[in-house]
């Protein structure tokens, strides 16, 4: 198998050798119609890059030093285009324990003319969402979109062999993976259109020898149809993308017939089904109305237990989802009503011990008063359900269930003037929580609730100088179980540019204090005080269009006023300087 993919591998970078041929032969070839290069994104030569330097010091006293007491480092970086074949070269050099690094493994080939589209390299496209989706693929991808057709291709390695190794950091050993996948259809994906991909992946069990490695060589097949029908000029469009994954978790299993396996004929020219290979699917449903007035969205999502794909990351699969989103506009659109309610279960077959479901619905309404008043306001309730299955009358495990309501309040005011402008906003919050675990046996049922109000107000202002001051203060309030935290925060803030903006600085000072209150199962209480002092200074200068230099101070400090905790205070400054060619 691995010897026919590399066929198919080989077969379209031999496409695309021809094509870029093609592409850079096309001035010639097209010199009476125009300017080939004019009409692609083809260029005999481009180039840019920067240099950089930085100094670091920093200072600590009171724990230990969080990093070097200083730092010198050094970069460069080109890049470069040549009639779009790119790559690059990155220099870094640090005194802090890295020496010299440097990385030239990012050659790539990207040439667009019309609706034609080239890659080399590292490729990395969707053609589905549960299929290929996220993969990287060394190898090419071939894009055509004359019209409303729509042909997609791309093959070559998608994972490279990782040997196993007795070193610390080591992860996990991999089988070098190939992989090829396509795309074909027709319609415009804003209103109709119907498509059809596929994605092939395959594991090479030579890669790795070593018997006593845990991993097995795996093999998948993807077949994703997916279509979107618009009706009544966009008032009405219902859609669905629906994934069929054959997945064989070891290549070393057993084959068996067609006929003991339930699997079509015609698979057996290009898949072997095998005692570990499962058959399953993920999709998705979806219907939008949209109305001058009133939007609602529907959707629906399920992904059977078992679903894999080798074209994407890990999925959570074994779970359902149901989407409700309507959204209402009125008063010139003066107010705007919405809510996103999702409704979700796993255990989809029944077969686990637990189920659980949950519900979210998210409300917001926002209003504009006039140009200088608006409020915002969000409402979100969050139910999770954990329920045990009986077994044999039996219920073996524990149940746990949770609610969660968060309010949220913020109201803005925007007041302009001839020469400056005012931003005033405040936010109030209110968050409650409540767990409550159901045991089946002996012990008894535990409940835990915590509640939070918090509120904060902002205040900028602008002048037409280039100047900005802005402040904040925010107040928290929380209670969990035996546990009360409270905390005060203060912050200003300004910056300012001079010489035409060539020079801008920026300073920042801020304040808190926390304290938190804890009563232990004696009765007392034990009480935690703590405050912090930060600030920041930060200015850059312009010295050209394409040279710069900054400077950054920072401090912080923290001080215990009651109970335990250290006390420290810090100092860091740097300096960076670059150039842009």
Request: charged share 15%; proline share 3%; glycine share 10%.
């Amino acid at each position: 198998m691995r010897s026919y993919l590399k066929r198919i591998t080989g077969y379209t970078g031999f496409i695309i050798l021809i094509l870029t041929g093609f592409l850079c032969e096309g001035k010639v070839l097209f010199a009476q119609q125009g300017s080939f290069l004019d009409q692609s994104s083809l260029r005999p030569l481009t180039a840019g890059g920067s240099i950089g330097f930085s100094a670091s010091a920093y200072a600590v006293d009171g724990i230990e030093n969080r990093r070097s007491p200083a730092v010198v480092q050094a970069n460069a970086n080109m890049n470069f285009s040549v009639f779009g074949l790119r790559s690059g070269l990155n220099l870094n050099y640090s005194t802090d324990d890295t020496g010299l690094r440097q990385n030239m493994n990012n050659l790539s080939f990207n040439a667009t003319r019309k609706w034609l589209n080239v890659q080399a390299g590292d490729v990395n496209s969707k053609l589905s969402q549960y299929g290929l989706n996220g993969t990287t693929i060394r190898g090419g991808y071939i894009r055509m979109e004359p019209g409303n057709f729509l042909l997609e291709l791309t093959g070559g390695r998608s994972q490279r062999a990782v040997r196993p190794s007795s070193e610390s950091g080591f992860r996990q050993p991999a089988f070098e993976q190939w992989a090829a996948g396509g795309k074909i259809g027709y319609g415009n994906p804003s209103s109709t259109y119907f498509h059809l991909s596929s994605f092939y992946a395959i594991d090479e069990k030579l890669s790795i020898t070593d018997s006593n490695i845990e991993i097995t060589p795996r093999e998948n097949l993807t077949l994703t149809p997916d279509f979107q029908i618009d009706i009544f000029k966009g008032r009405l469009t219902i859609g669905s993308e629906v994934t069929a994954s054959i997945y064989t978790r070891d290549l070393n299993s057993g084959s068996f017939s067609l006929e003991e396996g339930g699997v079509p004929r015609f698979f057996s020219s290009f898949y072997t089904p095998r005692s570990s290979s499962r058959i399953n699917y993920a999709g998705t449903a979806s219907a939008n109305l949209n109305l001058d007035l009133f939007n609602l969205g529907l959707g629906y999502e399920r992904i059977q237990p078992g679903f894999r794909s080798l074209g994407r990351g890990r999925v959570r699969d074994d779970q359902e989802k149901i989407l409700i989103n309507p959204a209402l506009r009125l008063f010139n659109n003066r107010l705007n009503i919405s809510s996103n309610i999702a409704l979700g279960r796993d255990n989809l077959m029944n077969n686990r011990i637990q189920t659980q479901r949950n519900s979210t619905i998210n409300n917001n309404v926002q209003v504009v008063f006039s140009e200088t008043i608006n409020l915002n306001i969000v409402y979100g309730l969050i139910l999770n359900n954990i329920t045990s299955e009986a077994v044999n009358d039996e219920i073996p495990g524990s149940g746990h269930s949770q609610i969660s309501h968060n309010l949220l309040l913020q109201p803005g005011f925007t007041f302009r003037g001839d020469t400056y402008t005012h931003n005033i906003s405040i936010t109030g919050g209110y968050l409650t929580i409540e767990s409550k675990f159901d045991s089946q046996n002996q012990t008894p049922n535990r409940s835990f609730s915590s509640t939070s109000i918090t509120s904060a107000l902002n205040y900028t202002i602008t002048l037409p100088s280039g100047m900005s001051v802005s402040s904040s203060a925010n107040y928290l309030i929380n209670q969990s179980g035996d546990l009360d935290l409270q905390n005060l925060g203060f912050n200003l803030g300004s910056s300012y540019s001079f010489f035409d903006r060539k020079l801008s600085v920026s300073a920042n000072a801020g304040f808190s204090n926390n304290s938190s209150e804890r009563e232990n199962t004696t009765g007392n209480s034990t009480t935690n005080k703590l405050q912090q002092l930060s600030g920041s200074l930060n200015s850059s200068y312009r010295l050209t269009g394409k040279d710069s230099f900054s400077i950054t101070i920072r401090t912080r400090s923290n001080r215990v006023i009651q109970g335990g905790g250290r006390q420290f205070s810090e100092l860091e400054g740097t300096f960076q300087y670059q150039r842009r060619f």
